[in-house]
Nanobody
Framework: QVHLVESGGGSVQTGGSLRLTCTAS??????MGWFRQAPGMEREGAAA????????YYADFVKGRFTISHDNAKNTLHLQMNSLKPEDTATYYC??????????????????WGQGTQVTVSS
């Protein structure tokens, strides 16, 4: 498994922006994703990326507002979040995996997870 560490969470007002970063201990993965979980809710996939350039995927609730990117040289994953809404409030988790059979926004595809970083959006 890959060791993942997230950073960049915080508190912003509605309409604000945050940039999340996930640093991986190595590059033994084929894809990475950002998931989020609000209190009392299931974990849901927000965005994912094939790290060798085969595409990006976004959940409908973040399309047009969030951008996922990966720096192969630094083994880092980013999530640029713009136009944030109160409903984006959640703990955001970075994940990495390879060889899965499910959609990249499905948590079952991933075997490595970070500890999470809190994002709070106030109205």
């Amino acid at each position: 498994q890959v060791h993942l560490v997230e950073s960049g969470g915080g508190s912003v007002q509605t309409g604000g922006s945050l940039r999340l970063t996930c640093t991986a201990s190595d590059s033994t993965y084929s894809y990475m994703g950002w998931f989020r979980q609000a209190p009392g809710m299931e974990r849901e996939g927000a965005a994912a990326i094939y790290t060798r350039g085969f595409g990006t995927y976004y959940a409908d609730f973040v399309k047009g507002r969030f951008t996922i990117s990966h720096d192969n040289a630094k083994n880092t994953l980013h999530l640029q979040m713009n136009s944030l809404k109160p409903e984006d409030t959640a703990t955001y988790y970075c994940a990495a995996g390879g060889g899965g059979w499910y959609s990249l926004l499905n948590a079952r595809n991933y075997n490595s997870w970070g500890q999470g970083t809190q994002v709070t959006v106030s109205s």
